[in-house]
């Protein structure tokens, strides 16, 4: 369990800044807020469809009001109205679950994202993935689902309400990381398709990193790095400790017994997030890119809401 009031103030990252109206008029209810955020946004590498190369450079988008910037020049017109597959922002899981979180926020509803691995979208492996939680005040829980996931299928029934746990159809990317040092878990089931470069062992190694910097409002693009990160060579025995120790941490804080626990557990892992340089980003990430292009120091200091 987690505080919820922690999670109902934007990040800099969901702050939609001169486009808040435009969230205030979408839904909050999950299948109807999941079905505005897929008008938005188009998988870039999922859609099934050939996507136009002038908005190949969406997908760079770190923050909600780029998203939504861009979005207002090709369709300048509420959220909900239909917009042609490819000309919407080309996004990944990352951007659906943000579009979801800054909605939900703008309405004073707690939510974040979530990182970590589906087992649900291919038979057989877990790719990485970027889900949404959100409080119920009705039924004062955290409730966990999947935006892109328009129906229920066999893999995941119940796309509006995932269950949590080790064994679920999600599993955090510290769960992941701590089933693969028990050697209860293959590595090289999880990553970004199956005989891929981008999974295995390290990868896992920087979703922990990321799921906890998510967790902190740096809800970063998926291919950033910093820190503690390493490459496909990587990591080492001293970033394997950190890692297994700050995943023991995220899986304390997400199943603590009450809110009072998990309000102590957040606020030490809260700090030590702020005060370990090796955790959180300084004021520039490097970038990778999905297409293979060069990486690139990018400036992060501050949003465009800002």
């Known amino acids: 369990m987690m505080d919820p009031d922690n999670w109902s103030r934007h990040s800099p ?28 946004i188009v998988h870039y590498r999922g859609s099934g469809l050939e996507l136009p190369s002038y908005s190949r450079n969406d997908i760079d988008s770190r923050w909600l009001s ?13 959220l909900a109205e239909h917009r042609e597959a490819t000309e919407r922002v080309q996004g990944c899981c990352r951007d659906h679950t943000l579009f979801c979180v800054g909605v939900l926020r703008q309405h004073g509803i707690p939510a974040r994202s979530l990182v970590g691995f589906a087992g649900y979208l291919r038979p057989g ?19 966990r689902f999947d935006p892109e996931i328009a129906e229920p299928t066999e893999a995941l029934p119940t796309p509006h309400d995932i269950p949590a746990g080790p064994d679920a159809p999600f599993r955090t990317a510290a769960e ?5 040092r028990a050697g209860a878990l ?10 891929q470069e981008f999974g295995g062992l390290w990868f896992i190694h920087n979703y922990v990193l990321i799921q906890l910097a998510h967790r902190y409002g740096d809800e970063l ?31 304390a804080v ?23 340089e090796r955790l959180h980003p300084g004021t520039t990430v490097t970038q990778y890119s999905p297409y293979g292009d060069p990486p690139r120091t990018v400036p992060i200091a501050q949003s465009p809401a800002q």
């Not at 939609?16 to 999941?34: F, N, Q, W, Y």
């Not at 992941?176 to 693969?180: P, S, Y």
């Not at 999880?190 to 005989?195: H, L, S, V, Y």
Request: proline letters at 8%.
């Open 254 to 276: 997400e199943s603590a017994a009450s809110p009072a626990e998990a309000a102590r557990l957040d606020g030490l892992l809260r700090k030590r997030y702020e005060d370990d």
């Open 221 to 251: 693009l998926l291919w950033d790095a910093w820190g503690a990160m390493c490459l496909p060579d990587g990591p080492d025995d001293a970033s394997m400790a950190l890692v297994d120790d700050i995943a023991e941490h995220l899986i």
């Open 186 to 195: 293959d590595p090289d089931l999880f990553g970004a398709g199956p005989g």
């Open 13 to 40: 990252y969901s702050d939609p800044g001169r486009h808040a109206a435009l969230l205030e008029a979408v839904p909050t209810d999950i299948p109807s807020l999941s079905e505005v955020a897929r008008n938005i």
């Open 66 to 78: 780029t998203i939504l910037d861009i979005d207002q020049k090709r369709h300048p017109k509420p």
């Open 176 to 180: 992941v990381w701590k089933g693969c």
């Open 125 to 143: 492996y877990n790719h990485d993935h970027v889900i949404v939680q959100t409080y119920d005040r009705k039924t004062q829980r955290w409730v």
